[in-house]
């Protein structure tokens, strides 16, 4: 069997909430699909040891909302590598109440759902829910999984039922890079599309950001090298601006949100 065949599979990158005795909880699932149109049904196949999981089977219900491309990355990160039974997810994101469930905002669209039936597999409930409000929220690509790989570099977590199927072929990445007019310097941001800071000074020249030209670059899908730190949580790769730099005491993953300690210096 072709394990790569499985790419080929499309989804797209979606936030699974619900309540947990009147917390909201959530979690990240590339696995939600539309089952009817009428009634509107939704299927979604959750890891039964993700917290989320247990409260959907005591609320009976569960909310999906889409994520678009320009959505903020840390919702993937915190939503996606971090677990409810430690942390609070909904305290850095705010959410609305739509159609009785939590629905955290920078979403594009939300289908509230009413679970109607289960399917239990070895490692996963698929969740079927009757749609009993739905709505858009703002305007924006719906992002693909493929795009999650490719764009934000993002990788498959342990619960997700797409984790393991084989190893990832090598892809090219778009992102920016900002090069100095007068030293020739490039910085290459941190995560894909980022813009200079404002208060940016050329590290090795010292002019500012208004003698930066910025194109746009195709990078293979980096795996991390010697000497670069990995997230321990979710993978992100740092990859420091200048030579050798070292992590800022104060560093904080700008996908999951963990600090310095759960980063790992590659060998
Ligand atoms: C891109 C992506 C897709 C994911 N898809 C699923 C999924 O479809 N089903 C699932 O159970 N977990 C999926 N996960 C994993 C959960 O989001 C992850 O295990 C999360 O930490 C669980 O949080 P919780 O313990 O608070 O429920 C996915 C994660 C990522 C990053």
New binding site residues.
């Given amino acids: 069997m072709d394990m790569t065949a499985f790419y080929n599979l499309s989804y797209g ?1 979606y936030l699974c909430t619900s309540w947990d005795n009147g917390a909201p ?1 959530g ?5 939600a699909m539309q089952i009817t149109s009428s009634p509107a049904t939704i299927a ?4 039964k040891e ?4 247990r409260c959907i089977e005591d609320c009976g219900h569960f909310a999906i909302t889409v994520l678009g491309e320009h959505c903020d990355p840390r919702l ?1 990160g915190v ?7 430690e942390v609070n ?1 909904f305290e850095e994101f705010p959410y609305a109440v739509r159609g009785k469930l939590p629905v955290p905002d920078g979403g594009i669209s939300y289908f509230s759902c009413k679970v109607v039936e289960k399917m239990d597999t070895a490692t ?1 409930t698929v969740f079927l829910g009757e749609v009993i409000d739905a709505g858009n929220l703002q305007k924006d690509a719906p992002m693909t ?1 493929a795009y ?1 790989h490719r764009v934000l570099k ?1 990788k ?6 797409t984790f393991n199927q084989a190893p990832m072929p090598e892809e090219e990445v778009k992102q920016y890079e900002y090069v100095c007019r007068i030293c020739s310097y490039v910085y290459r941001g941190e995560t894909p599309f980022e813009e200079l800071p404002d208060d940016w000074v050329c590290p090795i020249c010292g002019v500012g950001k208004e003698e930066f030209c910025r194109r746009e670059v195709k990078a293979a899908r980096p795996a991390a090298k010697s000497g670069q730190y990995v997230c321990k949580v979710c993978g992100y790769v740092y990859d420091g601006k200048v030579p050798f730099e070292e992590l800022p005491d104060d560093w904080v993953c700008p996908l999951c949100g963990v600090g310095k300690s759960e980063f790992e210096r590659m060998p």
Avoid: D, E, L, Q
Avoid at 27 to 31: E, L, Y
Avoid at 44 to 47: C, D, E, T
């Fill in positions: 990158v909880v979690c990240v699932a590339n696995s979604v196949s959750i890891n993700n917290y989320t999981h993937i939503f996606g590598f971090r677990t409810s039974a997810k996963h999984y999650y993002g498959t977590a342990a619960k997700a039922p």
